[in-house]
């Protein structure tokens, strides 16, 4: 409580660009940002991340009341703070990064990476892609021709029985009708939208994939160092996939650590040959697996890594000791790819082995060194990826039990995001007075 109290009034809120932290001239003044900045960090800490649970907390918690000055807002102005200020709370929690790397507590320059999914607000019945419109409109239009058929058959009865029996038909007809009306209108947003996505609650939330099922809600990417598992740097994205965002969570984790060097981690998911490209040009170097995306081991046949690459000839050397040499070059999805084969694969023994077709060609990145180099950083530093999982999956698990089944409480990006920074924020905060203890922390803060 008295940590929160001297870490916020320690931050310049003109300067993070929080609103109202320059008094208006006219008018009645409002609440000072700094006050309900420290509601809701008090709050996350204690896992009360509600507006209307944190108005309660103001009006009996003394500790609260102590933090507050007894200053007592009520649940709306406490969520439009939030709200409003998605920016500047953001800044807050970088901001705490910045004091942890003054206090030296990143000396190892090694992050490991990773997202993991949060649930949105959105029903997974609020949202909607193509095939799940489909599916839906088909299911509505089964259920029209079985209530017509029957209202058929009610035609055959005894008008006593029929008509309120029809009319009870027609009452569902009608309702299914209104509902493929909504659907046809949903229809015509979905082929607006860039990615074929409609979620009717939450507008950016996403339907994404989870360990075999869906969820719909948001990516959250985070990196965290290493040697106190301290989250260095988080990003809430509605991207699915992990593959496009390694680099970038690699620069803002260098950037927040104030390193020339770092060392980044992450699981197979994160390989891309551009973004291990991007990380190289950077200056940052990367230990990400490569995932066997070919099926030629699986068939009983030579991987590619059978095949050893000759940089002074260009040509490769495959298991029966022939040179398969240069050929072309092609440029697909914007890679420049060699293609390399030898013209004695017909009379080689090991054929069977190594291809069906009538030669085994080898395909080359013209960056591929750069995937290569990382490959052997990766044979040499087995203990790698049993650091990245210890490291960088803890903290998912904890935030996720502090947000409790429901995950997010705001909608949109910007509202997520800042619900994120303040989870964030509470997390490292914790971890930083188990490390250096309350009065400990309190001087680093004052001084």
Not at 244 to 251: E, T
Request: aromatic letters at 6%; glycine letters at 6%; proline letters at 3%.
């Amino acid at each position: 409580m008295r940590v929160v109290d001297v870490f916020v009034d320690e931050l310049d809120l003109v300067k993070l660009g929080f609103e109202g932290a320059i008094p208006a001239d006219t008018g009645r003044p409002a609440y000072h940002p700094a006050i309900l900045l420290k509601i809701y960090i008090y709050g996350y800490l204690n896992r009360i991340p509600s507006s209307r649970r944190l108005e309660r907390e103001a009006q009996r918690n003394v500790e609260l009341m102590w933090l507050t000055g007894r200053l007592m807002p009520d649940f709306k102005t406490i969520a439009n703070f939030r709200k409003d200020n998605s920016k500047a709370i953001r800044g807050v929690c970088r901001q705490f990064v910045v004091l942890c790397q003054q206090l030296g507590l990143f000396e190892e320059n090694l992050v490991a990476i990773d997202g993991s999914k949060f649930k949105a607000v959105n029903n997974r019945d609020r949202n909607f892609t193509s095939a799940k419109l489909k599916r839906r409109m088909e299911e509505i239009e089964s259920i029209i021709n079985r209530y017509l058929t029957a209202l058929d058959e009610t035609d055959r009865q005894e008008p006593s029985v029929a008509q309120p029996k029809a009319a009870r038909l027609q009452e569902k007809i009608d309702k299914l009708k209104a509902q493929m009306k909504e659907l046809q209108v949903i229809e015509t947003q979905l082929n607006e939208s860039p990615d074929k996505q409609v979620s009717l609650t939450d507008p950016d939330a996403r339907s994404m994939m989870t360990r075999g099922t869906g969820i719909v809600g948001y990516n959250v990417q985070t990196a965290v160092d290493t040697q106190h598992h301290l989250i260095v740097a988080h990003e809430v994205t509605n991207v699915g996939s992990d593959r496009d965002l390694l680099s970038s969570m690699a620069k803002q984790a260098r950037e927040a650590m104030a390193s020339d060097t770092l060392s980044v981690v992450a699981d197979r998911g994160y390989f891309k040959s551009e973004q291990i490209l991007a990380c190289h040009d950077a200056g940052i170097t990367a230990y990400v697996p490569k995932p066997m995306t070919s099926g030629a081991k699986a068939d009983g046949r030579f991987n590619n890594d059978a095949f050893i690459y000759d940089a002074a000839k260009n040509e490769y050397i495959c298991p029966a000791g022939e040179a398969l040499i240069w050929r072309f070059s092609s440029v697909e999805k914007g890679l420049t790819l060699h293609r390399y084969w030898s013209s004695n694969c017909q009379g080689c023994v090991l054929k069977s082995k190594c291809t069906p077709s009538k030669q085994r060609r080898v395909r080359r990145w013209e960056h591929e060194a750069v995937l290569e180099e990382m490959q052997n950083r990766l044979s040499n530093a087995p203990d790698m990826l049993r650091v990245r999982k210890r490291t960088v999956e803890h903290p998912f698990g904890t935030l996720k039990q502090w947000m409790g089944a429901t995950h997010f409480l705001t909608r949109k990006l910007n509202g997520v995001s800042a619900e994120m920074s303040l989870n964030v924020l509470a997390y490292n905060l914790k971890r930083i007075m188990k490390i250096l203890g309350t009065s400990s922390l309190m001087k680093a803060l004052s001084a």
